[in-house]
């Protein structure tokens, strides 16, 4: 069947640096595709989203791109900080008509090293 | 802060019990969604709601049911509680017409013994 799925389990990465995280899709016929972010203990928390008729979407710190050539999505995280350390999920809504059927993927664990 | 709530946190329960899952909102969404997450992996959608009275099933086949009956609260139980059911279950609400964002709940820890 169709799945959202990321292409790394965990990324670690030198606090500064900047952090890619990447996510492949396979429903071409996704109206968006949106971000979160889950620390311990919590609920995911929405970081961004992007339209599938955009490829670039930019927030404080985080950009996202999209491209729907390869149906491949990806989070970039600038001068990342030890706050940043979660895991990642990317979401795509799978509904119909915009009844934002929100469908997640596995998850990509972000570490970030001093 | 998301105005959504969970009860309770933390479960745990033996087998064949009958048990209910609390999800409450105060943002007066439509939509609200039941989510299953095992440890480090990914959120499975079990149900979904487009409003009062409105109940679907999610991608992921679940042995629960939920309710509608006010806008604000989104009730998930199950009848008998099995092992099988130990998870952590995340509630969410969104309004499309203020965009994508699905504000989530703490979650519930359960676990069946």
């Known amino acids: 069947g169709e799945s959202v799925g990321l292409h790394l389990p965990t990324l670690s990465v030198q606090e500064g640096d900047n952090s890619i995280i990447n996510c492949a899709y396979s429903?071409?016929?996704?109206?968006?595709f949106i971000w979160y972010k889950q620390e311990s203990g919590k609920g995911p928390q929405f970081i961004i989203d992007?339209?599938?008729?955009?490829d670039k979407r930019q927030g404080q710190r985080v950009t996202v791109l999209l491209n729907k050539t390869v149906k491949h999505l990806s989070l970039q995280i600038a001068a990342t900080q030890p706050g940043d350390s979660a895991v990642y999920f990317c979401?795509?809504?799978?509904?119909?008509?915009?009844?934002?059927?929100?469908?997640f993927g596995t998850g990509t664990r972000l570490k970030v090293l001093a | 802060e998301a105005d959504i709530y969970q009860t309770p946190r933390y479960l745990v329960i033996g087998t064949g019990k009958k048990i209910t899952l609390e999800c409450s909102q105060t943002?007066?969404?439509?939509?609200m969604y039941w989510y299953q997450q095992d440890p480090g992996m990914e959120l499975h959608l079990i149900h979904y709601?487009?409003?009062?009275?409105?109940?679907e099933k999610g991608d992921l086949s679940s042995e629960s049911t939920v309710s509608r009956i006010r806008t604000e609260h989104f009730p998930l139980t199950l009848e008998s509680a099995r092992p099988s059911h130990t998870s952590q279950y995340l509630c969410?609400?969104?309004?499309?017409?203020?965009?994508?964002?699905?504000?989530f709940g703490q979650g519930t820890r359960l676990t069946v013994v």
């Open positions: 969410a609400s969104s309004d499309p017409g203020l965009g994508t964002e699905a504000f």
């Open positions: 943002m007066g969404h439509d939509k």
């Open positions: 979401a795509e809504n799978r509904g119909t008509s915009g009844t934002y059927k929100y469908i």
């Open positions: 992007i339209r599938s008729n955009m």
């Open positions: 709601s487009y409003g009062v009275n409105s109940t």
């Open positions: 429903n071409s016929a996704s109206d968006y």
